[in-house]
């Protein structure tokens, strides 16, 4: 069956275009044009992606994404017309795991859809090189079959795009990796001011995993370098 993605704009023409983008591509495309519609439509467990607007009547994006990853992990797409990195920050902060600025390239949209899909399916399935003996290290073990960490012995809550990150930096514990290669690795395409993406998706694990996510004990940062999940006592 078709993988489904929603769309989500109050601006039905552009709803109508990204759907027939997203169909001509292969996609089954459901359609939603305010924040409250879109949450309804997202509990369909056949969605599983939604590229939803910022500015929209009776809930907005952000806070339709806020909402959403209380009850789903599903990758979403912000598409808004603002184009500053405060906005993009904050659309990343919100819970989404990309932001596509108007006017869009489409095959960028396309592209972006289908890493997306991509890095989603597999993680959810247990067999895609996921092979491997759980990594423990201090209060976090990772488990590369199932794809989960574990917090003192606690499932954490993670996104797709976040388990992406857990899975490189807990199977090379110590190493830094600069912002670019982590996006590279994990959006599986070229980096483009990749920095503020990779930051705000650290700063969501951290306070995920941390005791204080201000004084970090395991995901840090190396000024100037990268990112690392340091090794502690206990770890191997």
Known sequence: MNECVLVVDDDREIVQAIALL?????????????????????????????????????????????????????????????SED?????????????YVTKPFNPQELVARVRSHLRRYTSLGDINASGTGDEIHNGRLSYSPEERVLRADGDPVKLTATETKIVDLLMRNLGRIFPAEEIYRRVWEEDAFAAENTVMVHIRRIREKIELNPKEPEY??????????????????
């Open 22 to 82: 997203l169909e001509k591509e292969g996609y089954r495309v459901l359609r939603a044009y305010d924040g409250m519609e879109a949450l309804e439509q997202a509990m369909d467990r056949s969605v599983r992606l939604m590229i939803i607007d910022v500015m929209m009547p009776r809930l907005d994006g952000l806070s339709a994404v806020m909402k959403l990853r209380e009850r789903r992990n599903l990758p979403i797409i912000v598409l808004s017309a603002k």
């Open 219 to 236: 995901l840090k940062v190396v000024w100037g370098i990268g990112y690392k999940i340091e090794k502690v006592e206990g770890g191997r």
């Open 86 to 98: 405060t906005d993009k920050v904050l659309g990343l902060s919100m819970g989404a795991d990309d």
